[in-house]
């Protein structure tokens, strides 16, 4: 193990990128396990995914080309989803899947007669987070902000599956999945949200907490072994998640 590589001034824009997502992820991730639609976001990561390729098979390799793209296609990957809950609930979770692997395939498809083809869809997958720039940061930061400011008014405490929550569903997954990737997206979602499901009061800060060890370890361990960032903080990630598990059931055991 190489210490020199632990350099903040290398460590600290990625790190602030997984806080970022973390942000909008943990309370959208809460809202989809209470809907039970656990594979929503990769379903609309999967059509953000699709809209950087077709930014890029088109030629438009500008910044906000691609981010426009990309969310053209999560919005309307989010509303198709949408229609499908209003019409079809007890399907949702089926027609989630099968959407995932459709847009999936399609995305392969677009990419199969591109000599890069293989590495683009690896980068859509576990990201580039130890690459993230100044102007990413400050994108996201800025939907972060948007966000938030959206949250009460589109989602409130109405129903987990209304239009309001889709829109900011595809919102945020566009600028994640282009700052970490598709795994990156789902373990940030999921995994601090799950941990921290069984309370009532205080989960908030718990998830946050978790999702900032994940990462943090994540960064470290990837820097010290040299290790693909973006897997390395998923491990890490499902590592914090288990270990407050652990320690609530622990707790709860102490109290009966």
């Not at 990837?222 to 609530?248: H, K, R, Y």
Request: charged letters at 10%.
């Amino acid at each position: 193990m190489n210490t020199s590589t632990l350099d903040p001034s290398l460590l600290l824009a990625p790190l602030l990128a997984g806080l970022l997502v973390l942000a909008t992820h943990i309370p959208l991730g809460r809202r989809v396990l209470q809907r039970g639609i656990v594979f929503l976001d990769l379903a609309i990561a999967q059509f953000a995914g699709l809209g950087v390729i077709l930014a890029h098979t088109a030629g438009w390799e500008i910044a906000w080309q691609v981010q426009a793209t990309a969310f053209a296609a999560a919005l309307a990957g989010a509303t198709l989803l949408a229609a499908c809950d209003r019409r079809w609930p007890a399907r949702q979770e089926a027609l989630i899947g099968s959407a995932f692997v459709v847009v999936a395939s399609l995305a392969t498809l677009l990419m199969a007669s591109d000599p890069h083809g293989g590495e683009a869809l690896q980068t859509l997958l576990i990201g580039q987070i130890l690459w993230v720039t100044d102007s990413q940061l400050a994108v996201a930061a800025a939907i972060t902000a948007v966000i938030g400011l959206a949250w009460r008014p589109l989602v409130g405490r109405g129903r987990p599956g209304s239009a309001g929550f889709y829109a900011l569903f595809a919102l945020a997954i566009t600028a994640s999945v282009q700052l970490v990737g598709i795994y990156l997206v789902f373990a940030s979602l999921i995994l601090p949200a799950l941990a921290s499901l069984g309370r009532k009061r205080g989960w908030l800060p718990l998830a946050f907490l978790i999702g900032a060890c994940g990462y943090a370890g994540g960064l470290t361990l990837s820097a010290l072994t040299d290790w693909p960032t973006g897997p390395a903080i998923v491990v890490t990630l499902a590592a914090a998640a288990l270990a407050a598990t652990l320690a609530q059931f622990v707790a709860a055991a102490r109290k009966r």
